[in-house]
């Protein structure tokens, strides 16, 4: 798949595509709906797919300090991306001049003088151009002028995530907020995941038998409700059964809210300076502060039981 940052990154004999465009944060399933129909439309056309999107979040730009948490950075979107058979993925940066652009601007800019669409896919709701000012039926109705046309998908899905509401990326970080790491994997048709580099933290889960990752996270990451959760640490390619705390670390009054992934069973690992990926698959209880040392080693002995368990039946499907 190839992977454009910028429109000057287009190849200049780039020929005719199917697109969409979107944020596409989680790249969640109803993203998949869209992404997916997009791949399908382009290999009946005998045409590439290319999904667009933006960087930072269009919101940061427009209103300074309101960039949401981000379920999924750009390189992990693209990942997903390409799992659904997309051809290309265009990351424009999203500047005050460019957030500036009209909508019919941007159709001519992006679309027809450097994607050169032949149809494009998106959402009831897609909103582009300065201001959001354009919607599908503007888009649709300068289409024949360009010669691309408009399908429109509707990408609701519902579920028991959030009591029934349709599934969306608002929805996820609502819930991923809340711990309910679960609710989010329904909509996201996985485990939430979190990344970042692992750095040296108090070394006290090694100290009390229980040595953990602890993972400096990727900036805006959407990180789970303060708790201890079961899942999976990944690193190179191995994905290894793991107990996760997130939070103050309240025993010892801890100041900085960390990520920490204990691998169940493994002995000996050195992680230090590894980029690695966290799955949180199940909510295990919340962080407290105990009466004693001995009884926070019952407690995490607990935990780590209870993860094996959770991710073992997780994994026998």
Known sequence: MQRWRGLEDIPQDWGRSVVTIGSYDGVHRG????????VERARELGLPSVVVTFDPHPSEVVRPGSHPPLLAPHHRRAELMAELGVDAVLILPFTTEFSKLAPADFIAKVLVDKLHARLVIEGPNFRFGHRAAGNVQLLTELGPAHDYSVEVIDLYVSGEAGGGEPFSSTLTRRLTAEGDVAGAAEILGRPHRVEGVVVHGARRGRELGFPTANVQTLPHTAIPADGVYAGWLHVDGEAMPAAISVGMNPQFDGKNRTVEAYAIDRVGLDLY?????????????????????????????????????????????
């Open 31 to 38: 993203h998949q709906l869209i992404i997916g129909r997009a």
């Open 273 to 317: 300076g590894l980029h690695v990926a966290v799955d949180f698959l199940a909510y295990v209880r919340g962080q407290e502060k105990f009466d004693s040392i001995d009884a926070l080693l019952v407690a995490m002995a607990a935990d780590v039981k209870r993860a094996s368990e959770l991710v073992a039946a997780a994994e026998r499907g």
